[in-house]
């Protein structure tokens, strides 16, 4: 069983910089490929990015490209991701997913966290 914890939301003003957290229990976890998710409310889900088991490879949604760095740490078992030139528009809760298999962008993930709300005033 993979359990997630997120951590680092907040309230930032329209061109700030947070950084968030996902903590993974898993023993297994350099095997996981891992993504952020994030919702807005009466919005879908949707993807943001996704790493590799190795941090290797990455993806982004064209929404955040250039803005966003997911990064990994297999040593503390831990998924970050950074932010950066944040917009009102990115105001979401933000959900740490892991998956068996391939980094995908597609939001067919094993295990969820239960979210971080992030909030950017203009």
């Known amino acids: 069983q993979v359990q997630l914890v997120e951590s680092g939301g907040g309230l930032v003003q329209a061109g700030g910089s947070l950084r968030l957290s996902c903590a993974a229990s898993?023993?297994?976890?350099?095997?996981?490929?891992m993504g952020w998710f994030r919702q807005a409310p009466g919005k879908e889900r949707e993807s943001v990015a996704a790493?590799?088991?190795?941090?290797?490879?990455?993806y982004y949604a064209d929404s955040v490209k250039g803005r966003f760095t997911i990064s990994r740490d297999n040593v503390k078992n831990m998924v970050y991701l950074q932010m950066n030139s944040l917009k009102p528009e990115d105001t979401a809760v933000y959900y740490c997913?892991?998956?068996?298999?391939?980094?995908?962008?597609?939001?067919?993930?094993?295990?969820w966290g239960q979210g971080t709300q992030v909030t950017v005033s203009s």
């Open positions: 997913a892991a998956r068996w298999g391939v980094a995908q962008l597609s939001p067919n993930y094993d295990y």
């Open positions: 790493i590799n088991w190795s941090g290797g490879t990455t």
């Open positions: 898993a023993p297994t976890f350099s095997s996981l490929a």
